[in-house]
């Protein structure tokens, strides 16, 4: 063991000082930090230009209906049409006189509640907002000119939270930014879960390619088994990939909320840290699976650039989840989005996606699991009887009969 | 007790043999040649005693014990096939080389400073290898090798891409390693090395031991019927002498069959030819390495 760690310890060094890898790593804090920063800064300015330009070239009609009398007696924009009642308004939407209407509710002076109904909300929810600005800009202006008390001075600063819902009372689907939390954000962090994955296999198929190319294996391999450098390799980088992951995590920790605080419907956005540990499990899964993989790559080939020409065989069917994300974020538990998180290869990836888009089919996620965690052990075991031989095999590739000759043993 | 001793040593991979039959062993302060053609088998033979290959048939033994990585860990081990890491200093290239043969990070750190600076490594060892020229690298890597104070060396083919100065450097060292006790093998194409160097010789052809003894007696073994002395006087023909020639100031006679040294020397005398030095003519390594791998039907 205390070789495996040496070379572990090695192997970690050597990756975090590597230029490719400070920059990959502290280029997403940085980026996140100046997003931040930028809205932080700039954030009013921001959305007082969107909500300026949006509610000039807005061209939706709207009913309106005041249970609260803020607006009693006030003249309405002309995009704006006051209704007796709720019935008489809906019957203005059906036949499409206009785009959607409000409902202020009673208590409103106190809960801030305007019911918002549209029979659609756009492809991206951009109806909700047209519609979010155009009446905050209405109450607001109603609440400032009232000289109202300074209790009430909150919701003159955030006059309406928007509760939507379709026709039938049902919430809309993917309405309000809360949908890029709901979807964008997990299917992102899946991405760079995989991106952890990649860089640190491809670190170990450079260091297996490099050592044979440099000639330096020999010397190792004089000092400690196939067995155990690779064990070393696997670990160290492992280590080094999870040192990327807690220098993106960290940060994002501290900076997302202050972020999300710059959102006016955001507040009661809450993470679902449930699916944490399955989220690492494939993450760890797959990395052991592509690290067996890249190994043997690594071993197989005589140059660097050979092992990576190799490699891109095995990351292409590995990213095709990604090609095929619309299913997958459709029917995260759909035939498609189960039999590629069935596929050992396509597996980390796809179990990623369809625990991102909210899968609830725990059986098939935990068999999922269960067979990239028997494939594993398999891999590596193949993996290190190739790694023995094809190490010290230099200026030609090995044949198919070297392999199975390998694993055979 | 030898320090190492492999007996019956055979291995192939897949349909070519490359050891059929080595048998050999090293005395602790003895310094032993390991010679053969290229493909002979020497190189197989190192791994099999490093355990870098399994071998298939044999008896591998390192201080009259079977190998296991700790006793293959006392071995200093100079690969033909080398190289140091890229793109990391050089002290720490070394060091991690160290830390595999067990040593701590700091007796890692503290030797190979030592070893640098006795290979004239001093100005190198924060430069990155990617930078060190082939004979720095070359240093570098025997740096690595006497890290530990091995009492077995195993060097393969040692000497190349190093200036005459760092040659001899290289070879004081390995004698000093031999006078402080240390078992050492050393591989190579270089005979005249070889002759000043080693106490003993085996020699591969065709994946088998073809000669094997001290040095002085194989080269006596292998000699021709053949006189060489110095004089200041000309001379010219000798009767039992096929053939004299001139060679950096001293006769070389070849004798006629069956014609003994001291019948020339006799005629030498009766001539009134001053001697200043009279030798039977020993066999170079280089004809012995020639005539036993012919001998062996090598196809080299």
Redesign the interface.
């Given at each position: 063991m205390r070789n495996a760690a040496v070379v572990a310890s090695w192997e970690l060094r050597r990756t975090i000082g590597r230029k490719g890898f400070l920059i990959s790593t502290a280029a997403l804090p940085v980026l996140l930090a100046i997003t931040v920063l930028v809205f932080v800064i700039f954030g009013d300015r921001i959305g007082g230009a969107v909500a300026e330009a949006s509610t000039s070239d807005s061209d939706n009609r709207y009913g309106l209906i005041d249970y609260a009398g803020v607006l009693a007696g006030r003249n309405l924009p002309p995009d704006f049409s006051r209704f007796a009642d709720e019935a008489t308004m809906r019957a203005a939407l059906s036949r499409g006189d206009v785009d959607g209407y409000f409902v202020v509710d009673a208590g409103y002076m106190a809960s801030g509640d305007v019911r918002f109904v549209a029979d659609e909300f756009g492809t991206f929810g951009e109806r909700e907002g047209d519609a979010r600005r155009a009446i905050r800009s209405v109450l607001l202006e109603a609440l400032l000119e009232a000289h109202v008390a300074p209790e009430i001075a909150p919701r003159i600063q955030q006059p309406v939270t928007l509760r939507a819902e379709s026709e039938d009372g049902s919430p809309p689907p993917g309405f309000g930014a809360g949908m890029i939390f709901d979807s964008v954000v997990p299917y992102v962090a899946a991405i760079l879960f995989m991106v952890v994955v990649f860089t640190s296999a491809g670190y170990l198929l450079e260091g297996v390619s490099e050592e044979k190319e440099t000639r330096v294996i020999e010397l190792v391999l004089s000092s400690v088994t196939p067995d155990q450098l690779l064990l070393g390799k696997v670990a160290g980088q492992a280590l080094a990939g999870l040192t990327q992951l807690l220098a993106w995590v960290l940060p994002a920790l501290a900076l997302v909320p202050v972020l999300l605080a710059q959102f006016d419907d955001l507040g009661d956005l809450t993470f679902n840290l449930a699916v944490l540990p399955l989220a690492l499990a494939y993450l760890l899964l797959g990395y052991l699976l592509f690290a067996a993989f890249y190994a043997t790559v690594g071993s197989l080939t005589t140059s660097f650039k050979e092992s990576q020409q190799l490699a891109a065989y095995l990351i292409l069917p590995s990213i095709v989840p990604f090609m095929l994300s619309a299913f997958i974020q459709g029917d995260p538990d759909g035939m498609l989005a189960v039999a590629l998180s069935w596929i050992p290869i396509t597996a980390p990836i796809a179990g990623l996606m369809r625990v991102a888009a909210g899968s609830q089919d725990t059986l098939s996620l935990a068999i999922s699991v269960g067979i990239l965690a028997a494939c594993v052990p398999l891999a590596l075991w193949i993996s290190t009887r190739v790694f023995r031989i094809g190490l010290l095999v230099y200026g030609r590739r090995l044949r198919l009969g070297d392999i199975v000759r390998a694993v055979r043993g | 007790m030898p320090a190492l001793e492999i007996r019956g040593l055979r291995k192939s991979f897949?349909d070519v043999t490359a050891v059929r039959d080595v048998s050999l062993s090293v005395e602790p302060g003895e310094i032993l040649g390991l010679l053969g053609p290229n493909g002979a088998g020497k190189t197989t033979t190192i791994?099999s005693v490093?355990?870098?290959?399994t071998p298939d048939a044999g008896d591998i033994r390192i201080h009259d014990r079977p190998p296991t990585?700790e006793l293959?860990?006392r071995?200093g081990?100079l690969?033909e096939?080398?190289?140091?890491?890229?793109?990391?200093r050089t002290l720490d290239a070394v060091e991690?080389?160290g830390?595999?043969?067990?040593l701590s990070r700091a007796q890692a750190r503290f030797r190979a400073e030592a070893w640098l600076g006795r290979l004239d490594l001093d100005e190198a060892t924060s430069r990155k290898t990617d930078g060190l020229s082939r004979g720095m690298a070359q240093k570098a890597?025997i740096a690595?090798t006497l890290l530990t104070d091995p009492d077995i060396l195993i060097l393969d083919e040692p000497t190349q891409n190093l200036d005459p100065i760092n040659v001899k450097l290289l070879l004081d060292i390995i004698r000093e390693r031999r006078d402080a006790g240390a078992a050492i093998v050393i591989s190579t194409h270089v005979m005249s090395q070889v002759e000043h160097l080693a106490d003993r010789i085996y020699l591969i052809a065709d994946g088998r031991g073809v000669v094997e003894g001290r040095v002085a007696d194989v080269r006596r073994a292998y000699a021709p019927n053949a006189v060489r002395f110095a004089s200041p006087d000309r001379v010219a023909d000798l009767p039992g002498v096929a053939e004299l020639r001139d060679e950096d100031g001293a006769y070389y006679a070849v004798l006629a069959a069956g014609v003994a040294p001291e019948t020339v020397l006799r005629e030498l005398v009766q001539r009134g030819v001053r001697i200043d030095r009279f030798e039977r003519a020993l066999a170079s390594l280089d004809d012995v390495f020639i005539q036993a791998v012919r001998e062996a039907g090598h196809d080299a």
């Amino acid at each position: 063991m205390r070789n495996a760690a040496v070379v572990a310890s090695w192997e970690l060094r050597r990756t975090i000082g590597r230029k490719g890898f400070l920059i990959s790593t502290a280029a997403l804090p940085v980026l996140l930090a100046i997003t931040v920063l930028v809205f932080v800064i700039f954030g009013d300015r921001i959305g007082g230009a969107v909500a300026e330009a949006s509610t000039s070239d807005s061209d939706n009609r709207y009913g309106l209906i005041d249970y609260a009398g803020v607006l009693a007696g006030r003249n309405l924009p002309p995009d704006f049409s006051r209704f007796a009642d709720e019935a008489t308004m809906r019957a203005a939407l059906s036949r499409g006189d206009v785009d959607g209407y409000f409902v202020v509710d009673a208590g409103y002076m106190a809960s801030g509640d305007v019911r918002f109904v549209a029979d659609e909300f756009g492809t991206f929810g951009e109806r909700e907002g047209d519609a979010r600005r155009a009446i905050r800009s209405v109450l607001l202006e109603a609440l400032l000119e009232a000289h109202v008390a300074p209790e009430i001075a909150p919701r003159i600063q955030q006059p309406v939270t928007l509760r939507a819902e379709s026709e039938d009372g049902s919430p809309p689907p993917g309405f309000g930014a809360g949908m890029i939390f709901d979807s964008v954000v997990p299917y992102v962090a899946a991405i760079l879960f995989m991106v952890v994955v990649f860089t640190s296999a491809g670190y170990l198929l450079e260091g297996v390619s490099e050592e044979k190319e440099t000639r330096v294996i020999e010397l190792v391999l004089s000092s400690v088994t196939p067995d155990q450098l690779l064990l070393g390799k696997v670990a160290g980088q492992a280590l080094a990939g999870l040192t990327q992951l807690l220098a993106w995590v960290l940060p994002a920790l501290a900076l997302v909320p202050v972020l999300l605080a710059q959102f006016d419907d955001l507040g009661d956005l809450t993470f679902n840290l449930a699916v944490l540990p399955l989220a690492l499990a494939y993450l760890l899964l797959g990395y052991l699976l592509f690290a067996a993989f890249y190994a043997t790559v690594g071993s197989l080939t005589t140059s660097f650039k050979e092992s990576q020409q190799l490699a891109a065989y095995l990351i292409l069917p590995s990213i095709v989840p990604f090609m095929l994300s619309a299913f997958i974020q459709g029917d995260p538990d759909g035939m498609l989005a189960v039999a590629l998180s069935w596929i050992p290869i396509t597996a980390p990836i796809a179990g990623l996606m369809r625990v991102a888009a909210g899968s609830q089919d725990t059986l098939s996620l935990a068999i999922s699991v269960g067979i990239l965690a028997a494939c594993v052990p398999l891999a590596l075991w193949i993996s290190t009887r190739v790694f023995r031989i094809g190490l010290l095999v230099y200026g030609r590739r090995l044949r198919l009969g070297d392999i199975v000759r390998a694993v055979r043993g | 007790m030898p320090a190492l001793e492999i007996r019956g040593l055979r291995k192939s991979f897949a349909d070519v043999t490359a050891v059929r039959d080595v048998s050999l062993s090293v005395e602790p302060g003895e310094i032993l040649g390991l010679l053969g053609p290229n493909g002979a088998g020497k190189t197989t033979t190192i791994r099999s005693v490093m355990g870098i290959v399994t071998p298939d048939a044999g008896d591998i033994r390192i201080h009259d014990r079977p190998p296991t990585i700790e006793l293959r860990r006392r071995i200093g081990y100079l690969p033909e096939e080398r190289g140091l890491h890229r793109g990391v200093r050089t002290l720490d290239a070394v060091e991690y080389l160290g830390r595999l043969k067990g040593l701590s990070r700091a007796q890692a750190r503290f030797r190979a400073e030592a070893w640098l600076g006795r290979l004239d490594l001093d100005e190198a060892t924060s430069r990155k290898t990617d930078g060190l020229s082939r004979g720095m690298a070359q240093k570098a890597q025997i740096a690595a090798t006497l890290l530990t104070d091995p009492d077995i060396l195993i060097l393969d083919e040692p000497t190349q891409n190093l200036d005459p100065i760092n040659v001899k450097l290289l070879l004081d060292i390995i004698r000093e390693r031999r006078d402080a006790g240390a078992a050492i093998v050393i591989s190579t194409h270089v005979m005249s090395q070889v002759e000043h160097l080693a106490d003993r010789i085996y020699l591969i052809a065709d994946g088998r031991g073809v000669v094997e003894g001290r040095v002085a007696d194989v080269r006596r073994a292998y000699a021709p019927n053949a006189v060489r002395f110095a004089s200041p006087d000309r001379v010219a023909d000798l009767p039992g002498v096929a053939e004299l020639r001139d060679e950096d100031g001293a006769y070389y006679a070849v004798l006629a069959a069956g014609v003994a040294p001291e019948t020339v020397l006799r005629e030498l005398v009766q001539r009134g030819v001053r001697i200043d030095r009279f030798e039977r003519a020993l066999a170079s390594l280089d004809d012995v390495f020639i005539q036993a791998v012919r001998e062996a039907g090598h196809d080299a």
